[in-house]
């Protein structure tokens, strides 16, 4: 079992930047871990993952934008959010699937632990 508690949510304006925590209770070296996002009227979407060796995997509406990263030392998920979007309004999610691996990174079906949420809003 391992519990995630996510911070960092707020409003924001269109251009702004935001950065997204994610601690975990649990060991996080060589573990996959993800960060989704749900909008209001819509269905949950990966933003980004990184798996057990650093390798990551970004959606195409958020490339060259959000930047994820892990700190093993801290047990802390991070999601460097720039240059926002209206349209990147969403609860935040992470994710673990504490394995070392993903098939498929940006898929919810990866991942069987998950936090609450951190809403960001971003206001034109």
């Known amino acids: 079992q391992v519990q995630l508690v996510e911070s960092g949510g707020g409003s924001v304006q269109a251009g702004g930047s935001l950065r997204l925590s994610c601690t975990a209770s649990a060991f996080t070296f060589r573990t996959s871990m993800g960060w989704f996002r749900q909008a209001p009227g819509k269905e949950r979407e990966g933003v980004a993952a990184?798996?057990?060796?650093?390798?990551?995997t970004y959606a195409d509406s958020v490339k060259a934008r959000f930047t994820i990263s892990k700190d093993n030392t801290k047990n802390t998920l991070y999601l460097q959010m720039n240059s926002l979007k209206p349209e990147d309004t969403a609860v935040y999610y992470c994710?673990?699937?504490?394995?070392?691996?993903?098939?498929?990174?940006?898929?919810?079906?990866?991942?069987?632990?998950w936090g609450q949420g951190t809403q960001v809003t971003v206001s034109s």
């Open positions: 990184i798996d057990g060796v650093g390798v990551t």
């Open positions: 994710a673990t699937n504490l394995r070392f691996g993903l098939l498929v990174p940006l898929s919810s079906t990866e991942y069987n632990y």
